[in-house]
């Protein structure tokens, strides 16, 4: 790094990557891979896992190449009115549109009818995005609010999870959307969603994710997102967890060597059947 106002070149020991928009993740993959090169302890160096996760087009691809549970997705590419509509019936007339890139839930619509099918087409083609239509999974709790969990994975491990509670069962399950999240302990989350958000985290190539997630269906993954916004009560069981990997990663690199701690190693997910999967430094 430079700081000419100093006077100083120096390579860090430690870089934190965080808070970058996902349409400006690309721009940065050049700074990753310098840090990779120089040997810098980060846990946001590898660009191409940060694009599948990024890029839901990919991400629906990496699942069904990795056996990932997740809702029927066709992905939208200037569609015709009619290969929209065909996907759209396909899909059982009960569907969600979402941008390939998005953040928030933003420009997220519950289509269930063809004129509401219709303005997604129109509006996605106006604004040159590529989208997807997946169908809906139907979660919904007992006393009828839409519901999704966001489970939190560091190291191969879950650190902390939340439930999304919606009442407007036509709005995305986003606190930023209105939806109330609940904690959960570690121990307290459904095992089957412990183990497919640490799959899931896997399967896209990352340390460190949080996975948006449902129960119903036998459990499905709807997306891996590569720096998931902290609400209320998470600094310490998110931010100083995620924090303190890179100072451990550090640690083992001064105490090992810097060859060795180039790649420092984390746990396999549990059941995935892959390989042990490792952290760019």
């Not at 160096?45 to 997740?70: C, Y």
Request: with cysteine; hydrophobic share 40%; proline share 7%.
């Amino acid at each position: 790094m430079h700081v000419p106002q100093e006077g100083l070149d120096f390579v860090p020991d430690i870089v934190v990557l965080y808070e970058i928009p996902p349409h400006r993740r690309r721009a940065l993959a050049g700074f990753q891979e310098l840090l990779e090169r120089h040997d810098v302890v980060t846990l946001g160096t590898n660009p191409d896992a940060w694009r599948t996760a990024t890029e839901k087009n990919l991400t629906v691809a990496r699942f069904r190449r990795d056996g990932i549970a997740q809702m029927e997705t066709a992905v939208l590419s200037r569609p015709t009115a009619r290969e929209a509509a065909e996907a759209f019936e396909r899909l059982g007339g009960d569907t969600w549109a979402r941008p390939v890139v998005g953040t928030g839930g933003n420009d997220t619509f519950h289509v269930t009818t063809h004129a509401r099918l219709e303005a997604a087409t129109v509006y996605y083609a106006e604004h040159g995005t590529d989208w997807m239509l997946s169908r809906d999974a139907g979660n919904f709790t007992a006393d009828g609010l839409r519901h999704q969990f966001r489970v939190f994975v560091l190291g191969g491990r879950v650190v902390h999870a939340r439930e999304h509670l919606q009442p407007a069962a036509d709005t995305p399950c986003n606190t930023c959307q209105g939806a109330t999240p609940v904690h959960i302990a570690p121990p307290d989350l459904p095992p089957r969603l412990a183990e497919l958000a640490v799959a899931a985290t896997a399967s896209v190539g990352l340390p460190f994710a949080g996975v948006d997630l449902a129960v119903e269906n036998g459990g499905v993954v709807f997306e891996v997102n590569v720096q998931p916004a902290f609400v209320d009560g998470e600094l310490e069981t998110v931010a100083v967890p995620y924090v303190q990997a890179h100072l451990d990663a550090y640690h083992a690199r001064t105490a090992s060597g810097p060859r060795a701690a180039r790649q420092p190693r984390l746990t396999r997910p549990i059941g995935t059947g892959r390989r042990d999967f490792t952290a760019p430094s």
